[in-house]
């Protein structure tokens, strides 16, 4: 001890006061401090708020294909997450996962360096989710019946990868197998809720396929099983691919495309609705996914080109779609000269000339989330969206409100409840947002939201007098028009005393056809 410094403990060292001023300066001092640290805090979970609701882009990868796709460059990338596909049923052990049948977890470990490539694209910056199912093998819940063996499968996969997303491909047996669906479901809830309450994320994707008409049967009942036992979904991502005879003749791959994701909106809001989980329009979109096949469909005729990548991206991003992915990674580059046929589907290049471009450039533009602070979103419901309860206001409504009295012609679009609907066939008193899961079971094809700032559109009529009031004395030949309650009618065949409101009932028995919208455009152009 230095004695230099040593002071008797007798004698009483002199202490300055602190002056009131001092001891408010103090506090305001530690106030500052800690409010900075308070509102720093706030901020920061902000941060991860805001970049967790960030769409995000990841392309599928077979990791089994030949020859073997480097996925781990990814992370050198833009695009730097990825989808790793297929976990399957063993085909020697039903609860067993295997690499698309063909590598046990621990071969594939060895053979394909999974874990390693992984941890490589993890390094890079990139993130991946682990698949399950697809089209070619058994889905585990389809084979392997033990409850707990089932669970255990699952969990295996998601502790041994570090995973917190995973993707079921549910496709053919898969889907169709109600006993599995629910094996599945309770399996993947469990899972879910351990992880939570163990302080860990788990985003659960349904990835199913669609038509240009929306969700089939089977999805929707595979969406209803999953709600109902509990399972909290990221989302529903859509195999915009391979449509087949669902595609109509003034289809093209975009337009089918887009009207799939719109009408996967409208049964997504339902099924929540139907489960008691109240949905707003832009939760419901963040909750759908888009997956197209780039380039040459399995189906011959269909094609999906680079400038159809651009415009879907551009309706997905203005929709406020939560995923995008592609099928596949492996497929994103121009066949070379030596592949003959290019109609035929290969795995290893995409059948259009690609040039400079690639498909997960232009339909990852934008989408700048990623899949691991994305799997922390916990879905809640909304019970007071006054958006949604307001009525429509013909003021900023394109076109007229739905009205339970008022006959619709096949084309006619209305506004209900902030979205537009086009008649399909002439209708009267059909709500347009009836909850009906299948498009076939409403006259209303939905369009798509009012957008902001939206005025009224006028629409054609046909002036007073264009066609005679139909009478029930008159006769009528073959193509005569005449109007009933205000809407046009022509006749198929020479009639007396048939009413066109028969029409509706009975449209291949009754005389009398209604006009369409087109050929009332039509008709108004030419008075003009």
């Known amino acids: ?69 480097p996925f781990e460059q990814l992370g050198n990338s833009t ?117 939570r309450a163990e302080g860990k994320n788990l985003a659960v994707w349904l990835t199913l396929p669609v038509t240009p008409q929306g969700l089939t049967v089977e999805d929707t009942n595979t969406i209803s099983q999953m709600l109902a036992n509990g399972v909290d979904l990221a989302g529903v991502n859509i195999m915009t691919m391979d449509y087949g005879s669902s595609l109509t003749n003034n289809q093209t791959m975009l337009s089918g495309s887009e009207s799939a994701a719109i009408q996967t909106a409208r049964q997504l809001t339902i099924l929540y609705m139907r489960a008691k989980i109240p949905l707003n329009n832009s939760t419901i979109w963040s909750k759908i996914g888009l997956t197209p096949m780039i380039g040459q469909n399995d189906t011959t005729n269909e094609i999906f080109t680079l400038k159809d990548a651009k415009q879907l991206n551009t309706f997905a991003l203005n929709h406020g779609v939560g995923r995008m992915s592609m099928w596949s990674a492996n497929r994103d580059i121009t066949c070379g000269s030596n592949y003959v046929n290019v109609k035929i589907v290969s795995n290893s290049c995409s059948g259009v000339n690609e040039g400079n471009q690639t498909f997960a450039a232009l339909l990852g533009h934008g989408f700048n989330g990623s899949i691991t602070l994305s799997s922390s979103l916990i879905t809640k419901a909304d019970y007071s969206s006054k958006a949604y309860q307001a009525p429509d206001n013909p003021a900023t409504s394109p076109y007229q409100i739905w009205s339970p009295s008022g006959t619709y012609l096949e084309g006619t679009k209305v506004v209900w409840d902030h979205n537009v609907y086009q008649a399909k066939w002439w209708t009267q008193g059909n709500i347009p947002n009836d909850p009906v899961l299948q498009t076939w079971q409403t006259p209303w094809q939905l369009i798509g939201p009012v957008l902001p700032g939206e005025k009224p559109i006028k629409q054609p009529t046909l002036p007073t007098g264009t066609y005679p009031n139909w009478s029930g004395t008159a006769i009528y030949n073959t193509s005569q028009r005449v109007l009933f309650h205000g809407v046009p009618y022509q006749a198929k065949w020479w009639n007396q005393g048939d009413s066109p409101a028969a029409a509706t009932s009975n449209p291949n028995g009754s005389p009398w056809v209604p006009l369409t919208q087109a050929q009332i455009n039509e008709i108004t152009a030419k008075l003009k």
């Open 1 to 69: 001890m230095n004695s230099d410094n040593f002071i008797p403990e007798f004698i009483e060292e002199p202490r300055k006061k602190l002056s009131f001023f001092r001891l408010f300066l103090g506090i305001l001092i530690v106030i500052a401090i800690g409010c900075g640290g308070f509102f720093g805090i706030q901020k920061y979970k902000q941060v991860l708020a805001l970049d967790a609701h960030k769409p995000w882009f990841a392309a599928y990868v077979d990791v089994t294909a030949t020859p073997t796709y």
């Open 79 to 195: 695009q730097k997450d990825a989808i790793l596909s297929f976990i399957v049923s063993s085909p020697t052990n039903a609860c067993e996962p295997s690499w698309g049948g063909a590598y046990t977890l621990n071969q594939a470990g060895a053979q394909l360096d999974i874990s390693r490539r992984i941890a490589r694209l993890q390094q890079l910056g990139g993130s991946v989710a682990i698949s399950f199912g697809g089209k070619k093998n058994q889905e585990l819940a389809v084979r392997c019946t033990n409850p707990s063996a089932l669970l255990n499968a699952y969990t295996t996969v998601v502790n041994r990868y570090k995973i917190n997303t995973i993707d079921l491909d549910l496709e053919g047996s898969s889907l169709s197998n109600v006993a599995a669906g629910k094996r599945r479901a309770i399996a993947i809830s469990t899972l879910q809720k351990t992880r």
